[in-house]
């Protein structure tokens, strides 16, 4: 299971690591109005990781040949 927390890690770094524009200055309080896509990004990642990891490696080549 290490190896795939290394996996995860480095691909959580490599998004980390996409260039974006700096957010607004002027913020309210309260919870934020929109979540970066970097966010998004790394939810999905995290999300596929864990699939693929429950359901092995037969399970992903029976899911690629679909």
Request: charged share 20%.
């Amino acid at each position: 299971m290490l190896t795939h927390g290394s996996i995860l890690v480095s691909l959580l770094w490599l998004v980390e690591q996409i260039p974006t524009p700096p957010p607004p200055v002027k913020r309210q309080r309260g919870r934020q109005e929109f979540y970066s896509d970097k966010l998004f990004v790394k939810a999905l990642i995290v999300m596929i990781i864990r699939r693929l990891a429950l359901i092995g490696f037969r399970g992903l080549l029976r899911r690629v040949a679909q």
